[in-house]
């Protein structure tokens, strides 16, 4: 069974950056990835996404251009660099196949972004 262990979040200031680490349990070469995040009292939403191969990217409006989504087949590992943070990216985030995620999450990991 596919497990995913994020890593990487962190309590930041405004405009500053974080990298978010997924790493994958199998072999995630043909699955598209995407990561999500779940702020307090809301949904949990896919925020961004990348094919197989890496050649292809998705991103919500509110993060394109801040974000930047990337993978290592080789290591199973999905990235994700975050840039100018703002307080509304305040979430747990999460990785897991898109379009549809596996039953199984992750325990995702705590972005703040507070001054």
């Known amino acids: 069974q596919m497990q995913f262990v994020e890593s990487g979040g962190a309590l930041v200031q405004p405009g500053a950056s974080l990298r978010l680490s997924c790493k994958a349990s199998r072999n995630i070469e043909n699955l598209d990835i995407g990561w999500y995040r779940q702020a307090p009292g809301k949904q949990r939403d896919w925020i961004a996404r990348?094919?197989?191969?890496?050649?292809?990217?998705l991103y919500v409006p509110a993060v394109k251009g801040r974000f930047t989504i990337s993978r290592n087949n080789t290591m199973n590992v999905v990235s994700l660099q975050m840039n100018n943070l703002v307080p509304e990216d305040t979430a747990v985030y999460f990785c897991n196949t898109v379009p549809t995620p596996l039953r199984s999450w992750g325990q995702g990991t705590q972005v703040t972004v507070s001054s």
């Open positions: 990348i094919s197989t191969g890496g050649r292809s990217w």
